[in-house]
């Protein structure tokens, strides 16, 4: 509002100002009742606000919560078979050499073609899904079942890609107690868009690369998402991962803000060719948190040209 209208000092108003004072008034007057609806409805949207922001912070708790107890930081070694004995031990003479704290001699893994086989070297105490075993054991590959436990040492053999690999977990590894936490761009709900789905008129078996490996794993594709961001219509290959879309996708942040290899999605399944991008929940692959992670490398035409700043960023860079 003007000075002159606050101010006490003034004792009267000159004639010729009062119609243009008289004229603001009612100005002033409009501008109220036209903005009257406007701020009883601002509560509302903010409540709306409000519970939005609370689901997406509950959703990245629970993500933060899952990569400190779902295993990604246990796991301290990868090895792919090869025919014939696999040691382990913290002897610098194992093919597989565990933390200096692990027996020196833990036990061998034998590859005989498609079969593989554990047997504890002597005096070593071994449990095979849940129960103890003294002599030589064959290992299932499927997962969930072959899981071999020491103490606090663990490890299974699995099919990836093309080839099998041993993967060693060790339930005490420094890294799930030095873990910071994971870092996010602020909750923002535009960040949420409307995205078309077109299925594909037969589903794709795709070849996906995984990091850290030269094996290759496939991933089924049944469609593109497609939605409008920055001015531009964004199409992006999707993948199923259970009961769920999944997308992978890089974008200029990366390397900078975000993990240099790209970011995960995941989406509703289309309904009515429709579904929902919520990159509030883009989230950094878990070999960014662990080297011996395994992850698939988005395909080269989800590669945007357009920035995402949404969802989580990334510290480790140099």
């Known amino acids: 509002m003007p000075s002159q209208f ?146 606090t040492y663990g490890f299974a053999v699995r099919a990836i890609g093309d080839d099998f690999y041993l993967l060693v977990r060790d339930s005490q590894n420094p890294a799930i107690a030095n873990f910071k936490g994971t870092t996010w761009f602020p909750i923002g709900a535009t960040y949420r868009v409307p995205a078309r789905f077109t299925a594909y008129e037969h589903p794709e078996q795709v070849p996906t690369p995984l990091t850290h490996v030269e094996s290759k794993q496939l991933f089924t594709s049944t469609g593109d998402v497609t939605f409008k961001w920055a001015g531009k219509t964004i199409r992006l290959k999707s993948f199923i991962d259970d009961d769920q879309l999944f997308v992978m996708f890089q974008d200029p942040t990366n390397g900078k803000q975000t993990y240099g290899g790209g970011r995960f999605l995941h989406a509703p399944m289309p309904k009515d060719g429709q579904t929902v991008l919520d990159f509030n929940k883009a989230f950094n692959p878990y070999c960014s948190v662990n080297t011996y992670v395994m ?8 590669r945007l040209e357009v920035k995402i700043a949404a969802g989580e960023k990334y510290d480790g860079h140099e």
């Open 6 to 151: 606050l101010s006490s000092s003034e004792s009267y108003t000159p004639l010729a100002d009062r119609g243009t004072i008289v004229a603001k008034l009612k100005v002033l007057r409009w501008m109220a009742v036209s903005l009257l609806p406007l701020l009883l409805l601002t509560p509302f949207a903010y409540a709306g606000d409000t519970a939005y922001v609370a689901e997406i912070q509950k959703w990245r708790d629970e993500f933060d919560k899952d990569v400190r107890t779902g295993g990604w930081l246990e796991l301290i070694g990868r090895l792919q078979l090869e025919e014939g004995g696999t040691t382990l031990g913290s002897d610098s003479d194992s093919t597989m050499i565990l933390p200096s704290q692990a027996p020196k001699r833990l036990g061998t893994v034998t590859r005989q073609a498609g079969v593989f086989k554990f047997e504890p070297a002597d005096g070593i105490e071994a449990i095979v899904d849940d129960h103890a075993v003294a002599g030589v054991t064959v290992l299932s590959t499927v997962s969930g079942s072959g899981r071999v436990k020491v103490g």
């Open 295 to 302: 992850c698939p490398i988005p395909p080269p035409e989800n």
